[in-house]
């Protein structure tokens, strides 16, 4: 194994990280003393050779790495690397990683789902003093436990207080009082016609109708140019326009490669 040093913790620095995509990944680790300076030379190279070694020398030390492991394997699949190793699909990159590492699905899967669940609520855990080192497992049940109780605020208490089989508990308890979700609106087309949630297209008022023809505009405008629409859920229209960038810009890197 490479020599391994120790990094300062960017995130609490006063001055702003110098590369967004290292900060991006690792401004959570600075306290994690495996993260080295030659990992983060390794991942933020963006090439999936590297990435890809670095995961290897880490699933065969003694220590099994499973944050950096985790880690490798979230940027590999959210920065779309598995193209640039001919791979159509992360899941497909990943039958190949299991052979190399030598680990097994489940663990690599479990490793990934901490690190993206790490990132994702990352300043909803800190703000309620939660430790990766101490909890990590407890990840796996965060999205469990977000849907099953209302209360946000709540669930971070817990994740960060409870013993791991309190609140793998927890996670899977429903809370009664939560109020049931409300059942999708059925669409339908009769006879030509097309029906919301039992309504005629003619019923609907003036909103929820120029809802229902720009989404089916957009959809078959995609699909009329012979493209593939991949349809996603945002809280609201300011994360959706967000959103919508990221995946315009990571396509056009992604076909500048092909």
């Known amino acids: ?29 600075g306290n994690i003393q495996e993260t080295g300076t030659d990992i983060i030379r390794a991942f933020s ?24 492991i985790g880690m490798g394997c979230v940027i590999i699949d959210r920065e779309a690397l598995y193209v640039d190793a001919g791979y159509r699909s992360y899941l497909e990159y990943a039958n190949h990683l299991y052979e190399e590492t030598g680990l097994s699905p489940q663990s690599i899967s479990a490793m990934k789902i901490i690190m ?12 309620h003093g939660f430790s990766l080192e101490q909890n990590s497992n407890k990840l796996l049940y ?4 977000l849907e099953n109780h209302a209360d ?28 049931p979700a409300k059942p999708l609106p059925k669409i339908k087309i009769i006879n030509g016609k097309i029906t919301v949630a039992g309504k005629k297209y003619e019923e609907l008022s003036d ?21 593939e629409p991949v349809i996603t859920q945002a809280y609201d229209e300011r994360e959706a326009k967000a959103l919508k960038k990221g995946i315009d810009s990571l396509l056009k890197t992604m076909r500048a490669k092909r």
């Open 116 to 127: 993206e669940r790490f990132l994702d609520y990352g300043s909803e855990l800190r703000k």
């Open 152 to 179: 946000r605020s709540e669930v971070f208490k817990h994740i960060t207080n409870d013993t791991f089989r309190d609140f793998q508990a927890y996670a899977r308890s429903p809370n009664l009082k939560k109020p």
């Open 207 to 227: 909103k929820l109708k120029q809802t229902v023809e720009k989404d089916f505009s957009d959809v078959f405008g995609i699909r009329y140019l012979g493209n």
């Open 1 to 29: 194994m490479p020599k391994t040093e120790t990094i300062k913790n960017q995130y609490d620095s006063p001055f702003p990280p110098m590369d967004k995509y290292v900060s991006k990944y690792f401004k959570h680790l």
């Open 142 to 145: 965060l999205e469990n436990a």
């Open 45 to 68: 190279t963006k090439n999936i050779s590297e990435i890809e070694m670095a995961i290897r020398n880490l699933a065969n030390s003694i220590k099994n790495h499973i944050f950096l």
